[in-house]
């Protein structure tokens, strides 16, 4: 029998950031029942409409307010807002970011929240700040002057509202600003604000290396521990 060479496959991302072979894609998520799909595509339909290219492009150099509160078992800082969070003034509100389905899934509330339910994330204990406070339409339009300059930000932030834990959403930032190359997903050594911190991994959908089962079981292992 003629031996065959193996296909190479391009790589791609499906519809939440997981990397896949083109032509062989993974099995289809399953979504729970056909009125509830109904109704996030509906959803997601008005907030597409809702915000214009427009008011992305108005959106640069905005900033975005600390979703701060007492009692908070984690803060979690990401790395500046993006268009879509500036545009909407909410915490990581572009469709395609995977933070709330990680939550969601991992455990830290019961039920997917949209990022206007401010309310209802304080509640389950979580807050969110930035590291760069101007909006970008990519972290790496950042200079790392500026990533390394909001690391005090935060620590202040941390002492004033004593988090449980303070978590940072991306490991290049994390390195760039601390200059701990070392770094990796999970518990780290130092301190932040005299709280306990952790680093996980950026859930941009941009970020194809980490998969959603991956990020959800690195958000849950924050949570258990």
């Known amino acids: 029998m003629v031996g065959v060479a193996p296909q ?3 790589r791609t991302r499906d519809d939440l950031g997981r990397p896949r072979h083109k032509g062989k894609p993974y099995p289809p998520v399953r979504r729970g029942s056909k009125e509830r799909e109904t109704r996030e595509v509906t ?3 008005v907030l597409l409409s809702a915000v214009r290219p427009a008011d992305l492009k108005a ?3 905005r900033t ?3 979703l701060v509160g ?3 078992s984690v803060l979690l800082v990401g790395i500046n807002p993006g268009l879509w969070s500036a545009a909407r003034g909410l915490h990581f509100a572009n469709p395609s970011n995977r933070l709330w389905p990680v939550l969601h899934l991992a455990g830290w509330t019961t039920r997917r929240l949209d990022p206007s339910e401010t309310d209802e994330l304080l509640a389950a204990g979580i ?3 930035n590291l760069v406070r101007r909006a970008t339409a990519r972290a790496d339009e950042l200079s790392p002057a500026e990533i390394r300059a909001g690391l005090p930000a935060v620590e202040s932030l941390a002492a004033q509202w004593q988090p449980g834990r303070v ?8 390195r760039l600003a601390t ?4 770094a990796t997903v999970g518990p780290l050594e130092r301190e932040v604000g005299g709280r306990p911190a952790w680093l996980l991994p950026n859930p941009s959908g941009l970020n194809a290396s980490w998969q959603l089962p991956r990020l959800v079981d690195a958000s849950a292992a924050l949570r258990l521990a």
Request: aromatic share 10%; proline share 7%.
């Open 8 to 10: 190479r496959f391009r």
């Open 43 to 45: 959803c997601l339909t």
């Open 59 to 61: 959106a640069a150099g």
């Open 64 to 66: 975005v307010p600390d």
């Open 70 to 72: 007492p009692g908070m």
């Open 127 to 129: 807050g969110i700040t």
């Open 167 to 174: 978590a940072f959403l991306g490991l290049g930032a994390y």
């Open 179 to 182: 200059g701990d190359r070392r």
